[in-house]
Nanobody, 125 residues
Framework: QVQVVGSGGGLVQAGGSLRLSCTASGLSFDAYAMGWFRQTPGKEREGVSCISWNGGETWYADSVKGRFTIFRDNARSTLDLQMDSLEPEDTAMYYC??????????????????WGQGTQVTVSS
């Protein structure tokens, strides 16, 4: 049974930082691309960032480029998203996601194999 668990959300002021973390079990962690989506009420879930199985490829949405950094540690089966210079527009529920390749982050609606339960990020102005 595959389990994906995201954590690390919270409340922060604009300009601040947060780090999201994700773990996955029940699958070969180092065989999958992993990353994050986010969603606000009434809107479609959108891709934020993805990293390939070996960390050799990363992708970021234009809205977060230069502010967010994604990285993974396959030895510890962990994924992290460092979010800096946060803006009120980053407020959303963030979902950890697992699939075979980062191209899945561009599908609409998202076609993702495994989802985490979501962690709330709120950025106050």
């Amino acid at each position: 049974q595959v389990q994906v668990v995201g954590s690390g959300g919270g409340l922060v002021q604009a300009g601040g930082s947060l780090r999201l973390s994700c773990t996955a079990s029940g699958l070969s962690f180092d065989a999958y691309a992993m990353g994050w989506f986010r969603q606000t009420p009434g809107k479609e879930r959108e891709g934020v960032s993805c990293i390939s199985w070996n960390g050799g490829e990363t992708w970021y949405a234009d809205s977060v480029k230069g502010r967010f950094t994604i990285f993974r540690d396959n030895a510890r089966s962990t994924l992290d998203l460092q979010m800096d210079s946060l803006e009120p527009e980053d407020t959303a529920m963030y979902y950890c996601a697992v699939d075979t390749q980062c191209s899945q982050w561009l599908t609409s609606p998202p076609q993702i194999a495994y989802w985490g339960q979501g962690t709330q990020v709120t950025v106050s102005s």
